[in-house]
């Protein structure tokens, strides 16, 4: 009923920025929450950050200050500005859209973000 698709995902230098989109399509129910995680291979998967419709963020510690995310309802689509990239950060990043009622999430593929010299 929804599909996420993620994109902007890429080799940087650390230091560096990039922008990641997820366009959602399909059933989109408001209220909802939509946000990032990211996960390396043979690690599990960790909050990066989540906006609700209302504008409420939530960060990991790991992240804040450098990230920022936002939403577009217009467009259906969320955003994540990554500035001061550093090595740590290179993983598979998901886009994530969770509605309360009746309560289920939906995931996108995934984009690669390297972080590299």
């Known amino acids: 009923q929804v599909q996420l698709v993620e994109s902007g995902g890429g080799l940087v230098q650390p230091g560096g920025s990039l922008r990641l989109s997820c366009a959602a399509s399909?059933?989109?129910?408001?209220?909802?929450?939509m946000g990032w995680y990211r996960q390396d291979p043979g690690k599990q998967r960790e909050l990066v950050a989540t906006?609700?419709?209302?504008?409420?963020?939530n960060y990991a510690d790991s992240v804040k200050g450098r990230f920022t995310i936002s939403r577009d309802d217009a467009k259906n689509t969320v955003y994540l500005q990554m500035n001061s990239l550093k090595p740590e950060d290179t993983a598979v990043y998901y886009c994530?859209?969770?509605?309360?009622?009746?309560?289920?999430?939906?995931w996108g593929q995934g984009t690669q973000v390297t972080v590299s010299s």
């Open positions: 994530n859209y969770r509605k309360p009622t009746p309560p289920y999430e939906y």
């Open positions: 399909g059933s989109i129910f408001r209220p909802n929450t």
């Open positions: 906006i609700r419709s209302s504008g409420l963020t």
